[in-house]
């Protein structure tokens, strides 16, 4: 199963990470696992080892971590104003019930290849 994760709280005013949810939703039956609004249940606590965790966002070379814009104007200005770094990504993913053994994870972003987490 593919599950896209979204660590951020508000990502609709950003059309990258929007139109990338929509597309594993719609082409891969993906579940939608938003990180918020957090609350006490853990939502990637269901995820088996043969399952990919789909995390969203905009990434660069020179970033060691996401974005996202949170507002229409930052957008247009391509500059990314909610951001997260690889390590607290990493905190989240483990506080939202990931497996510390989970190794199928798949960052639908910019030089994706080049996130560490």
Known sequence: MRRVYIAFPDISNDPGPVWMVKYYEEKYGAKIVPRYPVGTEKPLKDVKAGDM???VGHGNFDMTGLAVSTTKENYLKGDPDDKLTANTLALFLKHDGLPISHRFIKCATCCGG???V
Do not use: D
């Open 114 to 116: 080049v996130l560490r």
């Open 53 to 55: 965790v789909i995390v």
